[in-house]
């Protein structure tokens, strides 16, 4: 059964620095991408960043690049979201997502919410002093 779950939420100040984790099962990981995306309370979902796991390549929302990384442990069956110099804004439910490789229809999609079959619970990541 296909199952992502999200950890390393928490509380955070402002310019720290937090890790994600998201353990997959009931798929084979390199066959997919996994994206992360984020969403407060009456704003739409936003695209965070995605790995193809078939290819390694990876993508990132402009508002992220250089400060969020994400990597892919196939062997483990977990991706993983570095998240340095955090801001307040960045306050968020962060949830993992899959869709596979065959399925993506560009790489404008692979920060698309709608693109992505299953998704997990998330986890909350609270930037404040």
């Known amino acids: 059964q296909v199952q992502l779950v999200e950890s390393g939420g928490g509380l955070v100040q402002p310019g720290g620095s937090l890790r994600l984790s998201c353990a997959v099962s009931g798929f084979r990981l390199d066959y997919y991408a996994i994206g992360w995306f984020r969403q407060v309370p009456g704003k739409e979902r936003e695209g965070v960043s995605c790995i193809n796991n078939s290819d390694g390549s990876t993508y990132y929302a402009d508002s992220v690049k250089g400060r969020f990384t994400i990597s892919g442990d196939n062997a483990e069956n977990v991706v993983y979201l570095q998240m340095n110099s955090l801001k307040p804004e960045e306050t968020a439910i962060y949830y993992c997502?899959?869709?596979?490789?065959?399925?993506?229809?560009?790489?404008?999609?692979?920060?698309?919410?709608?693109?992505?079959?299953?998704w997990g619970q998330g986890t909350q990541v609270t930037v404040s002093a």
């Open positions: 997502a899959a869709v596979a490789v065959s399925g993506i229809t560009s790489r404008q999609a692979m920060l698309v919410p709608d693109e992505f079959d299953y």
